[in-house]
């Protein structure tokens, strides 16, 4: 399950046409001609949009793809500053997360057991040392004595430090958590770009956020043109729903991270399910493999033992993606006609980018930021995948180092 598509098809399936590509026309909207695209990237795109979407699907990772920061980094920050963490039940943390090291559950119990009853808002705003494990677990994925906060923390499928961002938010209902979302957003939207916070005793901590202008654009023009389009998140539901509405995104074309609800209607602690593993075994997210699994789910509704692998059939898969970060590789890899990424130096999604199988891949610098070179370049043929195994290219072949060439 854990090989990439070209490993497991049969020779016939492999041998198909890629998604049937409609005759010229002329888009009824091209990018902004003011918009800062790189020419190529410009030129491949408004090619595609001349092309009419017809029944093609576009995907989008939302942070740092479409947005400059994090909507889940946002709004985490954001609940500890006004009070919105619930004490967990029987004030037991491992409830919170199955990975959380005896370490962690040692460190949060310590600082966070005695200040609030369980199923009560822990007062985070003024508790420095409950504030300061919250963020050190979530936001380095180590207590703060610098001990590993999860065990098992990066699977093809899952990220825990992700994960229990989304999990504490248990207690709220979905529409409580889209309220604060919006109230992060408001407040992260209308910072100055630079603008850092402090979190108890935790500094320089982002505190703004931006939609890329030219990436909000893009996605006006794909709708304009037939194309299907869809975020694809590794934030809480609830916030990728809240930011996927500034792009025009209807709430029921955002996927984000989503948990089971309790019987009051609130969120648990626990994960949804995507293929054949049940509502809390806490497997898979939108999380690299994760990402096409949910994909295959709420998009194409493939058969759930087929969600984990890239789909066969072309036509089964999106014909756009775009990301920014190895988190986002195993979706934007199934991309038929084109793969956008944002350059962040992200080794693994860079690797694959520059190698640019079938000449599909389009490396475009972030819009505001943007990072210098890259002078040492990505040592590819050392890298390790989120499986633990040597990097390939989507093909499963090897990949040569490479030199980064598209920056600021």
Not at 120 to 149: F, G, I, N, Q
Not at 343 to 358: D, G, K, S
Request: net charge negative; proline share 7%; charged share 20%.
């Amino acid at each position: 399950m854990r090989l990439y598509w070209a490993f497991a098809c049969a020779a016939i399936a492999c041998a198909r046409p890629a998604t049937p590509v409609p005759p010229p026309r002329h888009a009824h909207k091209h990018l902004d001609p003011a918009s800062p695209w790189l020419a190529r990237n410009r030129e491949r795109i408004d090619r595609l949009l001349d092309q009419g979407g017809g029944s093609r699907v576009a995907v989008f990772d939302w942070d740092n793809t479409m947005m400059r920061n994090d909507i889940g980094d946002a709004t985490f920050f954001w609940m500890l500053r006004h009070d919105e963490i619930m004490q967990p039940p029987a004030r037991d943390w491992s409830i919170t997360n199955k990975h959380l090291t005896a370490a962690a559950r040692q460190a949060l119990g310590a600082a966070c057991d005695s200040i609030a009853e369980p199923g009560k808002p822990l007062p985070t705003s003024h508790a420095a040392s409950c504030a300061d494990a919250l963020v050190s677990m979530y936001d380095r994925s180590k207590t703060p004595k610098d001990e590993p906060a999860f065990d098992d923390e990066t699977t093809p499928t899952i990220h825990q430090s992700y994960a229990w961002g989304a999990q504490l938010q248990a207690g709220h209902t979905p529409s409580e958590m889209l309220a604060i979302a919006e109230k992060a957003y408001a407040e992260n939207s209308t910072a100055p770009i630079g603008t850092t916070q402090t979190i108890g005793t935790t500094s320089n901590l982002v505190d703004w956020v931006r939609i890329y202008d030219p990436m909000h654009d893009l996605v006006s023009s794909l709708q304009a043109n037939g194309f299907s389009v869809w975020v694809v998140s590794a934030s809480a539901q609830p916030l990728a729903e809240t930011v996927g509405s500034r792009v025009g995104i209807d709430k029921s074309h955002v996927i984000g991270v989503r948990t089971t609800l309790r019987t009051d209607g609130r969120l648990d602690y626990r994960l949804q399910s995507c293929a054949t593993e049940p509502d809390g075994s806490d497997q898979v997210m939108t999380y690299d493999r994760g990402k096409r699994c949910w994909i295959n789910r709420e998009i194409f509704h493939l058969p759930a033992a087929e969600r984990l692998e890239r789909a066969r059939d072309p036509h089964m898969r999106p014909a756009f993606a775009a990301g920014d970060s190895d988190t986002d590789l195993g979706m934007v890899i199934d991309a038929t006609e084109l793969t956008l990424v944002i350059n962040r130096n992200r080794p693994l999604l860079m690797c694959n980018a520059y190698t640019n199988i079938r000449d599909r891949w389009l490396i475009q610098p972030m819009f505001i930021q943007p990072l210098p070179q890259l002078t040492a370049g990505y040592p590819c043929s050392k890298l390790l995948d989120h499986a633990g195994q040597p990097a390939t290219d989507e093909d499963g072949t090897p990949m040569t180092d490479q030199v980064d060439t598209v920056h600021q």
